[in-house]
């Protein structure tokens, strides 16, 4: 089963989660904003991403311009802002596995699904 990591107010992530229902794919939906990740939980995320905490960060959202923009953190300092400012992940991201994606484009939402 393919667990969603889901933003409500996203549409983006409202769109994978048509997608899957509509395909009959079988998932899980982890509110992460209602739930937030701890930095373990983070930790294992990026470890199923391959990937460095710098990949997930929404350097659009207005908090992270106007707060974190020009600062310099350790993946250990941006794995415990996260933790506590979780609107800063980027999102939907996918977790089937061992391996998990950053669900955009939707083709790419596809691909990790059919693999």
Same mark, same amino acid.
């Given at each position: 089963?393919? =667990? ?13 989660? %048509? ?8 998932? %899980?939906?982890?509110?992460?904003? %209602? ?31 106007? =707060? ?8 250990? %300092? ?17 977790? =089937? ?19």
């Amino acid at each position: 089963m393919i =667990k969603v990591l889901h933003h409500p107010s996203c549409s983006k992530s409202r769109g994978v989660l %048509e997608y899957l229902d509509e395909n009959g794919v079988a998932f %899980e939906v982890i509110d992460y904003i %209602e739930e937030p990740l701890s930095v373990n939980e983070l930790k294992a995320l990026l470890k199923k991403l391959n990937r460095s905490v710098h990949a997930i960060i929404r350097k659009e959202e207005m908090l992270y311009t106007t =707060k974190y923009a020009d600062r310099d953190f350790s993946e250990e %300092e941006w794995m415990a802002i996260l933790a506590e400012n979780p609107e800063l992940i980027q999102r939907p991201i996918l977790i =089937k596995g061992p391996v998990a994606m950053i669900g955009r484009p939707l083709d790419n939402v596809k691909y990790f699904i059919d693999k």
